[in-house]
């Protein structure tokens, strides 16, 4: 938390501005829409005051998850399993940063494709629980194809632009509050609308690495 808030590592005056990054972001997005690799998302409205909880660092942005991050979420219809084809991946695969592999359905070449062409999963990309036991962020550390079910998936307009463990953190930081938020009666769930609209701090690439850097460290302290 004290990450993610700007508290654990200081500024450096000299990096580039979060709101240079998010231009290069924006930039990066609207070439991807131009070309047809990805579609254009409705409009997300102004971060208001309300919305922010403390004072920012200098150099730091206030942004909806969408704004910095391409937020998919993969199926919610139960496809036909099978004793051989692609593994589908739920909650239940997200234990404690670790996508589990292990115990999975299968799901035929043909509901793959179609999932994927929705949320197509690669390295890097953030796997993080929608339904149930919500969150449980994971990165995904393998080239293995496999389609997702009831997950959110968090993609990157752009490799350079990005610090994936970064984005960890803060999935981490946030997860408790959706929680808290969470809608349904027997299973809570958090929607795709309010993952996308989700208010963060993000600070400049640069101070992201830091503070990467700085959690790994007091994490094997901890450990």
Known sequence: T??????LVPQDPADEPASR????????????????????????????????PFELPVGWEWVRLQQAYDVRDGTHDTPKYQSTGFPLVTSKNLYRGVLDLSDVKLISPVDHEQISARSR?????????MIGSIGNPVIVDTEAEFSIKNV????????????PKYLLFVLQAEAAGMKERAAGGVQS???????????????????????????????????
């Open 152 to 163: 959110a998936l968090f993609k990157y307009y752009a490799a350079s632009l990005s610090c």
């Open 21 to 52: 990054l998010l231009q290069k972001i924006r930039a990066e997005k609207d070439r991807l829409i131009a070309e047809g690799k990805i579609k254009k998302d409705k409009p997300l409205p102004p971060v208001t005051d309300e919305e922010k």
């Open 189 to 223: 769930f958090v929607s795709l609308g309010q993952l996308r609209s989700t208010v963060v701090a993000f600070p400049p690439l640069a101070e992201q690495s830091r503070i990467v850097a700085r959690v790994e460290e007091l994490m094997r302290l901890c450990d």
């Open 2 to 7: 004290l990450a993610v808030q700007g508290k």
């Open 121 to 129: 999963v690669d390295r890097d990309d953030i796997l993080f629980a």
